[in-house]
């Protein structure tokens, strides 16, 4: 009886220590971020679930149907105190629900009187927007305009208890010709900035964000988005006529479907019209144009002017291909359906997925500092959520399928990294780094951290510190503009020993280059031995006269399969040497390469180009045999391990600006092996040019088919081995 009570005892413990654990620390969802190769990396929560808003806690008697939007006008009080107004859209209730900061609700606007006197009443309420004279915009889509009430103007109805709201005025469709025939105005979201200019997105127009006056007078269109055709839609559309080619554009779904703007005027777009395969394209290519962006930051003028600086752009989800929710698995692109401006001290801003109903904060330069949530249920999770905006540094989701709103707090982690990015921005560099150095300690696989921290040491001139810092997160950018410093120091104290290192290198290849043309002039004569080493520096004859030196490899004899399979082997070994020899700048992974498939890439493509030829100018007539063939390529491969062993040595000493430099060298020298192939291959086999046309592009048609049959016959032998095996297999199996 006693242990029974003693267990009893035990189970009323655990459940009182249960009870009170907050809601808040039982988050349903992870948190994470992406590395540098697109790797899941979880981190520490910086956002948790502290509570839900929905219709009973705010006391409506008709509960919320199909609410679509919702925006937090922050405010400071006329007592200096911050306060905050929220504006929630009841769309299916047609009506506008305007709640304070305690989450309490002061108004309802659903009938009104309008300019006319008559009176008038919300039909289908989606975006909504309050500007800074406290001026409250509806998009009445159904009605085709936008309303706007005066929340400074409210009495109170003794009937209802709540807040009646004087009514402004109406913006119905842009004066002026701005529409294609046949459309409509139907806004679906709108911001306003401080000079009172509405921006507005119209369900109906594919142009473009509308941006007119205060007055309703039409300004222009903004932030156009691209479309990429195909080869069929252009050849289709050569086709049409010009009716059907209008009606075609009016189609092509290309519309933004939400917008917010920040205090400097800049208005953030959303759109989840990108086609799938664009916007994967956008990710997998890590593109920093704005082209296929989900997401854009635009001036008064409709440029796009987002940073995208992180290691993929600010498009949502990095790994499409594949993600297990509560739910389900979902795969694509995300569907980004609002984004929300946070604390403009910290340069924040998040973004939500409506598939995966997920959150993704960014800072000013695009880059993703924290993924969070999840489709679900349960107490921070998302059914289909609509909207999202900050409240101080709380961030706000609207779930229109759940009809409420939940509200994620900050945590610590969440605080340090704002904090970091504050101090950042108003460069006090020596608090940032002790923050990023804190964030570190939680988070090590953070790699904003480095980055944040070889700053502090890039301001500070500690440029190797820096370096160090920049490799652990890739970021070669910064890493090259440390190295800069450092090389410009380095030039500055050893200025003396460059021009000397120059005339160094200058005289030792003009030494190479005479005692290769004095050995050359000598092989001339028949009576010289053809030493490999004679053989070998025949190399620099061939690339500098190419037709006299493959008439002589011919005719002459001044090449040998010996000669030949040394440059090959010496181009080996300087792809080797690459693979393991460049750059942090031009190989931040510092990946190496298999020095066993090293040298395949360079014998197979060889061994594929030689058979080929062979096989094909065998039939028509040319003149050279399979040996001809294998010492003529080969010699054209002679420039390459120079140039390889230059750009590979250079690559380690050159900034990102001076890359280019590297990789025209590089195409500078596949274009001179290739034109030495092609006019090797004209005078071995003694062809026009013409003729030698035809035959190379023979030859590439020939590799592929020898390719081709060489996987065939791989597969058959495969398929024959396990068919013997298993009939072994089984015979062993029935004897025993």
């Known amino acids: 009886m006693k242990k029974i009570k003693s267990v009893l005892a035990l189970v009323a413990v655990l459940l009182l220590l249960v009870g009170s654990v907050p809601v808040s620390a039982i988050t349903p969802y992870s948190t994470y971020t992406y590395d540098i190769d697109g790797s899941y990396m979880e981190s520490p929560h910086a956002y948790v679930p502290l509570t839900v808003i929905d219709s009973e806690s705010l006391g409506l008697a008709v509960p919320l149907k199909g609410p679509k939007d919702f925006y937090v006008h922050e405010f400071t009080d006329e007592n200096g105190q911050a306060d905050a107004t929220i504006c929630l859209s009841d769309t299916g209730n047609k009506r506008v629900i305007i709640i304070n900061s305690e989450y309490k609700v002061e108004g309802i606007i659903t009938a009104f009187i309008n300019e006319w006197g008559v009176k008038d009443s919300i039909s289908e309420p989606t975006g909504v927007f309050i500007d800074n004279k406290n001026h409250l915009y509806v998009c009445d889509t159904a009605n085709n305009r936008i309303l706007v009430f005066d929340l400074n103007d409210k009495t109170l109805n003794e009937t209802t208890g709540l807040y009646d709201y ?252 704002s904090q970091a990015l504050i101090n950042n921005k108003l460069r006090l560099y020596d608090k940032s780094q002790e923050d990023w150095t804190n964030i570190l300690q939680r988070n090590s696989n953070f790699d904003m951290s480095y980055v944040g921290i070889g700053k502090c040491y890039y301001r500070q001139g500690q440029w190797t510190k820096a370096m160090d810092m920049y490799k652990y997160a890739y970021d070669t950018a910064n890493y090259s503009d440390a190295y800069h410093e450092l090389r410009k120091e380095a030039l500055a104290k050893y200025i003396i020993l460059i021009p000397i290192a120059v005339i160094v290198i200058c005289v030792l290849a003009s030494k190479l280059l005479k005692f290769a043309a004095k050995v050359n002039e000598e092989g001339q004569s028949s009576k010289v031995k053809r030493t490999l080493l004679r053989e070998y520096l025949y190399g620099f004859h061939v690339i500098f006269h190419p037709f006299d030196g493959y008439w002589d490899i011919k005719h002459e004899n001044r090449a040998s399969v010996k000669g030949a399979t040394l440059i090959l082997g010496i181009t080996i070994l300087a792809y080797i040497y690459q693979s393991i020899g460049r750059g942090y700048i031009v190989n931040p992974e510092q990946n190496t390469a298999n020095f066993i498939s090293v040298a395949l890439s360079v014998i197979l493509p060889i061994a594929l180009w030689v058979i080929a030829n062979w096989c094909l100018t065998t039939l028509f007539d040319g003149e050279g045999s399979l040996k001809d063939i294998y010492i003529a390529t080969c010699y054209a491969l002679f420039p390459l391990a120079y140039f390889i062993v230059a750009t590979t040595i250079a690559s380690n000493f050159v900034t990102a600006s001076e890359v280019s430099l590297i990789t025209l060298a590089m195409n500078v020298c596949y274009f001179w092996v290739g034109f030495l192939i092609f006019f090797g291959m004209q ?50 199996y029935r004897s025993a």
């Not at 005078?683 to 590799?703: A, P, Q, W």
């Open 166 to 417: 004087g009514f402004v005025k109406t913006y119905g469709e842009p004066e002026g010709d701005v529409f294609a025939e046949g459309t409509a105005f139907k806004p679906v979201a709108v911001a306003v900035d401080a000079s009172g200019r509405i921006y507005t997105v119209s369900s109906a127009s594919y142009q473009g964000i509308i941006a007119m006056t205060a007055d309703g007078v039409f300004q222009a269109f903004l932030g156009a988005q691209s479309n990429s055709l195909s080869v069929w839609d252009i050849l289709w559309r050569s086709l049409q006529t010009a009716e059907q080619r209008k009606q075609a554009v009016r189609n092509v779904s290309t519309e933004y479907n939400n917008i917010t703007i920040d205090e400097a005027g800049f208005v953030y777009a959303t759109t989840s019209a990108i086609s799938a395969s664009d916007q994967l394209s956008a990710i997998t290519s890590r593109s920093r144009s704005g082209d296929n962006a989900p997401v854009k930051k635009l001036n008064s003028a409709g440029q796009d002017v987002m940073m995208r600086t992180g290691f993929f752009p600010p498009s949502g989800e990095v790994n499409v291909q594949s993600y297990k929710t509560t739910v389900s698995d979902i795969t694509g692109p995300s569907k980004v359906i609002d984004v929300a401006i946070g604390p403009a001290q910290e340069g924040t801003w998040t973004i939500v997925d409506n598939t995966r109903q997920k959150f993704y904060t960014y800072d000013s330069e695009g880059k993703l500092l924290y993924i969070f949530g999840d489709k679900g249920d349960q107490l921070g999770n998302i059914q289909t959520i609509a909207a999202v905006d900050y409240l101080g540094t709380s961030i706000l989701a609207l779930d229109t399928t759940s009809r409420n709103i939940t509200i994620y707090k900050r945590t610590e982690y969440g605080q340090l990294l």
């Open 683 to 732: 005078t071995i086999h003694d062809y026009t040019l013409g003729k030698n046309v035809l035959t190379s592009l023979g030859t590439i048609v020939g590799m592929a088919f020898i390719m081709f049959i060489v996987v065939l016959f791989s597969s058959l032998v495969g398929k024959i081995f396990s068919f013997v095996f298993n009939i072994i297999l089984e015979l062993t």
